[in-house]
């Protein structure tokens, strides 16, 4: 089946910690797409890239990191530098331009203790 | 810039009751509209978009939306609804010249009752 793979669905890590939230796809998609999705404000764009070697800065970037070394990955690390980390993050990917459907993985649940 | 509002955050309505979920945006440029639909702890699922041509859109699950210009609004509406309906559900908005970024509504819940 094609589809969007996101792990782990749930993630407890210590403040201070980094930690590395995978998004896999085998739909060969050129885009992929990283949100934030906190109670009562949507979807926040954190980063994004439109092909392979090249990501840009979403709306609330800082204290993430993300690399596209491979079409099919998008990893994001979410670093001690991210104020307030815990929340609900969702990878996206869609075949290339932005009228295209964007496809959603099912979401990892990130809680910093 | 654009922006996105749904004016509604909780919809509570009666099974097979009509519903209409309101969602207005704001854009000095003309605009690509889209619906997802987000059921509990999973991601999003696009229901409709409108990109250009008729203004009333028909979707997934029997929902449909209608394109305002004049009103800059993209309400969906479905004319009976499911217990299954149940979710939240998230307008958002692209500007046509814009290659990269899709704007999101804060989101508006569903709850329906049998």
């Known amino acids: 089946d094609g589809g969007i793979t996101q792990s782990p669905k749930y993630l407890f890590r210590k403040e201070g910690q980094n930690v590395t939230l995978s998004c896999e796809q085998n739909?060969?998609?050129?885009?992929m797409y990283w949100y934030r999705q906190d109670p009562g404000q949507g979807l926040r764009l954190i980063y994004y890239?439109?092909?392979?070697?090249?990501?840009q800065k979403g709306d609330i970037a800082e204290g993430y990191s993300v690399s596209r070394e491979k079409k099919e990955s998008f990893p994001l690390t979410v670093t001690s530098a991210q104020k307030n980390p815990t929340a609900f993050y969702l990878c996206a990917s869609s075949p290339g331009r932005l009228l295209d459907t964007q496809y959603f993985g099912p979401g990892t649940r990130l809680t910093v203790l | 810039a654009q922006s996105v509002t749904q004016l509604d955050s909780q919809v509570p309505v009666f099974e097979e009751a009509p519903v209409e979920l309101r969602c207005n945006y704001s854009s000095s440029v003309s605009v690509y509209l889209f619906w997802y639909v987000q059921y509990p702890n999973q991601g999003l699922q696009l229901l409709l978009k409108?990109?250009?041509?008729?203004?009333l859109v028909k979707g997934i699950n029997g929902f449909e939306a209608e394109f305002n210009k004049s009103q800059t609004s993209f309400h969906l509406r479905k004319p009976s609804v499911h217990i299954s309906d149940t979710a939240e559900y998230f307008c958002a908005v692209s500007d046509q010249s814009s290659a990269s970024k899709i704007i999101f509504g804060s989101g508006t819940r569903l709850s329906i009752r049998p």
């Open positions: 409108y990109l250009s041509g008729s203004t």
């Open positions: 890239s439109q092909i392979v070697n090249d990501f």
């Open positions: 739909l060969n998609h050129d885009a």
